[in-house]
Antibody
Framework: QVQLQESGPGLVKPSETLSLTCTVS????????WSWIRQPPGKGLEWIGY???????NYNPSLRSRVTISVDTSKNQFSLKLSSVTAADTAVYHC??????????????WGRGTLVTVSS | DIQMTQSPSSLSASEGDRVTITCRAS??????LNWYQQKPGKAPKLLIY???SLQSGVPSRFSGSGSGTDFTLTISSLQPEDFATYHC?????????FGQGTKVEIK
């Protein structure tokens, strides 16, 4: 059974860089698409971006200038970096597996999510 | 970006009720529409993909329909474990976008 677990600081100061890692267990990270999704308190879900094929990325244009998603296949992990954060970036951040074009793209496995608060 | 609008934002229903949630896209998305269920403090769970395909392991009381811009998630007989928030998502074009969610509460 594939499992995903997010890790990283729960508090980040304004203007700094948010860094999170998602560890994938029970399956290889070398296939599928891997996404980050966030949910601000009391709001809906927002897709941040994905990585696949060990390096091809696609980012939400609203965040593209500040986002980097990378993968470490040796550790079966992928990571998110979001720079120049503000209070508007406070959210629960989820990582998820996307089944890709064969299934019309959809997230069949998710991490439980980690709350990141941006505050001084 | 394709805007996804769900209705209603919340609803109250009783166990055994038939529940219908609607999702409308701002442009045609064919059948690139997914539905997720989310309980407080938990990760979302995929219920329906491709507008009408039931994800493995999901009870058959859940069904999805629609194409183009208008889609529906139906729960044929609401069970206690179905009280949750439901999200639709389009994957016709990036950025993938979600509806604002529909909270199903106990009447």
């Amino acid at each position: 059974q594939v499992q995903l677990q997010e890790s990283g600081p729960g508090l980040v100061k304004p203007s700094e860089t948010l860094s999170l890692t998602c560890t994938v267990s029970g399956g290889s990270i070398s296939s599928y698409y891997w996404s980050w999704i966030r949910q601000p308190p009391g709001k809906g879900l927002e897709w941040i971006g994905y990585i696949y094929n060990s390096g091809i990325t696609n980012y939400n244009p609203s965040l593209r200038s500040r986002v980097t998603i990378s993968v470490d296949t040796s550790k079966n992990q992928f990571s998110l970096k979001l720079s120049s954060v503000t209070a508007a970036d406070t959210a629960v951040y989820h990582c998820a597996r996307d089944r890709g074009p064969s299934f019309g793209y959809n997230f069949d496995h998710w991490g439980r999510g980690t709350l990141v608060t941006v505050s001084s | 970006d394709i805007q996804m609008t769900q209705s209603p934002s919340s609803l109250s229903a009783s166990e055994g009720d038939r529940v219908t949630i609607t999702c409308r896209a701002s442009q045609s998305i064919s059948t690139y529409l997914n539905w997720y269920q989310q309980k407080p403090g938990k990760a979302p769970k995929l219920l329906i993909y491709g507008a009408s395909s039931l994800q493995s392991g999901v009870p058959s009381r859940f069904s999805g329909s629609g194409s183009g811009t208008d889609f529906t998630l139906t729960i044929s007989s609401l069970q206690p474990e179905d009280f949750a928030t439901y999200h639709c998502q389009q994957t016709y074009s990036t950025p993938w976008t979600f509806g604002q969610g529909t909270k199903v509460e106990i009447k």
